[in-house]
């Protein structure tokens, strides 16, 4: 049974073309939410991490919000150099476990 | 701090071989953890370690698979004996507390053919 589901599974934007990504999750009793992004080759890079519902955190052109049942990744006016896969990850109530989602794939052409 | 370090980079091993994969965390982080990621299965955590005690090996696949941590700065990965199926990207990651956010490697892409 998946844990978290993202969508959509790859994204093509123009550069300056804003849109979101999605996170939904099951777990009940979330202790956090986190988001990675993974470029080819690397490990996950942490971006932001979110605990209540309501919350929001931003870093440069992206933005997470979270709501009871998903979180939203906003990418204001992208560059190229946002294509990247973006993960999403849910702590439940059990300490130091993280599940996954499957990313979205995000390229950003010129 | 140069962040976590896994080594080797790449492995390439034929089946039926041991394979040992080999991190080091980032100094001060309590925990530990073992992720493995394919395009099948997405990012899965294998295994994670509190100040050097294993917690949760639920995600451990197969007695094929071992993992240790000796000392707060060393920990392994095993698979004997190694197979096909086995081929991924083995990525270690550590954190300061269990629920902060956690600081992965670069990952030990693994073959076995």
């Known amino acids: 049974e998946d844990q978290v589901t993202q969508s959509p599974e790859a994204l093509r934007l123009q550069e300056g073309e804003s849109s979101s990504l999605n996170c939904s999750y099951t777990?009940?009793?979330?202790?956090?939410l986190f988001w990675y992004r993974q470029d080819p080759g690397k490990g996950p890079e942490f971006l932001f991490t979110?605990?209540?519902a309501g919350e929001e955190k931003e870093k440069e052109r992206l933005k997470a919000t979270l709501t009871k049942k998903e979180s939203f990744l906003h990418i204001t006016a992208p560059k190229p150099e946002d294509s990247a896969t973006y993960l999403c990850?849910?702590?439940?109530?059990?300490?130091?476990?993280?599940?996954f989602g499957r990313g979205t794939q995000l390229t950003v052409w010129p | 701090d140069a962040g976590v370090i896994q080594s080797p980079r790449h492995e390439v091993t034929e089946m039926g071989q041991e394979v040992t994969l080999r991190c080091k965390p980032i100094?001060?982080?309590?925990?530990l953890f073992w992720y493995r990621q394919t395009m099948m299965r997405g990012l899965e955590l294998l295994i994670y370690?509190?100040?050097?005690?294993?917690?949760?090996d639920s995600g451990m696949p197969e007695d094929r698979f071992s993992a240790k941590m000796p000392n707060a700065s060393f920990s392994t990965l095993k698979i004997q004996p190694s197979e096909p199926r086995d081929s991924a990207v083995y990525f270690c990651?550590?954190?300061?507390?269990?629920?902060?956010?956690?600081?992965f490697g670069q990952g030990t892409r693994l073959t076995v053919v």
């Open positions: 990651a550590s954190s300061p507390t269990a629920n902060t956010e956690a600081f």
């Open positions: 777990v009940s009793g979330l202790r956090g």
């Open positions: 979110l605990y209540s």
């Open positions: 990850a849910v702590q439940p109530p059990t300490l130091g476990r993280l599940y």
């Open positions: 100094s001060g982080h309590d925990y």
């Open positions: 370690f509190n100040n050097n005690v294993p917690i949760d």
